[in-house]
């Protein structure tokens, strides 16, 4: 029995350790994502033979929104995070890819990312996420976008800011999710009846 423990015991150092460090980190109890209210019918083709495109570009973002929390303003000058609330993934990229479903179903046009746009990028839209979370002082969500158009065939640039806010019961990861979710949409849709004007 005893060369069985001198096997193990260079194991067994290991097990108090194991049990006090987790290499990996708490799984957040859900995560948040945006829906669009407006996305082509499943089963639509979309066409650039018949239709004009548009080059989506991810929009840039401030620091303070780039990574996966939500963030709640208080004051003019200092943030804090919603606890528990993560995105499933970065909030510039669930924000174009709305944009993206919205201006597909509302103007019809074919939406490409940049890697798709080189034969013809039609139109192309760009712009920065400024503002995507909590703004505590007035119990709203608050997602603000500026965005920049190259209309087909121009060559001048449009700028636009887009801004919706909606109220927000409690700030939680489901309250605080649902009222960026509706948001969010908001702003896409005015973003699509600006292009496809």
């Not at 109890?29 to 829906?35: E, S």
């Not at 209210?37 to 303070?64: E, H, M, R, Y």
């Not at 597909?104 to 990312?113: I, N, Y």
């Not at 605080?176 to 600006?194: E, F, M, P």
Request: proline fraction near 7%.
């Amino acid at each position: 029995m005893l060369p069985i423990l001198k096997r193990l015991a260079p194991l067994l150092v290991f097990v108090p350790l194991g049990a006090c460090i987790s290499l990996v980190g708490k799984a957040p109890a859900m995560l948040l994502t945006l829906a669009s209210n407006a996305a082509p019918a499943v089963g639509s083709t979309l066409d650039s033979k018949t239709a004009k495109t548009i080059t989506l570009q991810v929009p840039v973002v401030p620091a303070a929104i780039a990574g996966p929390r939500v963030p709640v303003m208080t004051g003019s000058t200092s943030i804090a995070y919603v606890k528990g609330a993560v995105w499933s993934e970065p909030p510039a990229r669930l924000f174009a890819r709305l944009v993206a479903d919205t201006v597909a179903a509302k103007t019809g046009r074919v939406v490409l990312s940049n890697q798709q746009s080189f034969g013809d990028p039609g139109a192309r839209l760009s712009g920065e996420l400024r503002t995507f979370g909590i703004d505590a002082d007035h119990s709203q969500a608050v997602v603000a976008f500026e965005g920049t158009l190259v209309r087909d065939g121009q060559k001048t640039f449009e700028k636009r800011r887009f801004e919706a806010r909606e109220p927000v019961g409690a700030i939680t990861p489901e309250g605080a999710g649902a009222a960026l979710n509706r948001a969010a949409n908001r702003v896409a849709a005015d973003v699509a009846d600006w292009v496809g004007r």
